[in-house]
C-alpha cells in the first residue's frame, strides 16, 4: 500500500507563484513509480495537470505547460508542483497522485492523496 501527503496550498493573487508537494510512504513504493497532479475546480471534473514517470518522462496539460514545472527527489519519495503565473481559472483542489507506470497514472491512479486547495484571487 501507499499513502500520499500534500502539503503547501493556499490563497494567493493572480500573477503569483506557489510550491506543492506530496511525499510517498509505504512498503511498496518505489522510486520506479509515475508521480503527479490532479486537480478538480468547483463543477468540474478533475483533470490531470501533469506527471513525472520514474525514468523521468514529464508530461503536462496544456493549460498549465510553460507555467507549471513538476519535478521529484526520488531520496526523499516527494515530488513538487511548482506554479506560477497563476491565474484565477488555477483555483481548485489538487491532488497528488501515483502509480506504477505512467500508463497505469493517465488511465486512473491507484494511490491518491487527500487533497490541498488552490485559490488564486484577482
Known amino acids: 500500500q501507499v499513502q500520499l501527503a500534500e502539503s503547501g496550498g493556499g490563497l494567493v493573487h493572480t500573477g503569483d507563484s506557489l510550491r506543492l508537494s506530496c511525499t510517498a510512504s509505504?512498503?511498496?513504493?518505489?522510486?520506479?513509480?509515475?508521480m503527479g497532479w490532479f486537480r478538480q475546480a468547483p463543477g468540474k471534473k478533475r483533470e490531470v495537470v501533469g506527471v513525472?514517470?520514474?525514468?523521468?518522462?514529464?508530461i503536462y496539460s496544456d493549460s498549465v505547460k510553460g507555467r507549471f514545472t513538476i519535478s521529484r527527489d526520488d531520496a526523499k519519495n516527494t515530488v513538487f508542483l511548482q506554479m506560477n503565473a497563476l491565474k484565477p481559472e488555477d483555483t481548485a483542489v489538487y491532488y497528488c497522485?501515483?502509480?506504477?507506470?505512467?500508463?497505469?497514472?493517465?488511465?486512473?491512479?491507484?494511490?491518491w492523496g487527500q487533497g490541498t486547495q488552490v485559490t488564486v484571487a484577482s
Open positions: 497522485a501515483a502509480d506504477e507506470t505512467i500508463v497505469d497514472y493517465t488511465t486512473g491512479p491507484k494511490y
Open positions: 509505504g512498503s511498496t513504493f518505489s522510486s520506479s513509480y509515475a
Open positions: 513525472k514517470g520514474g525514468t523521468g518522462r514529464l
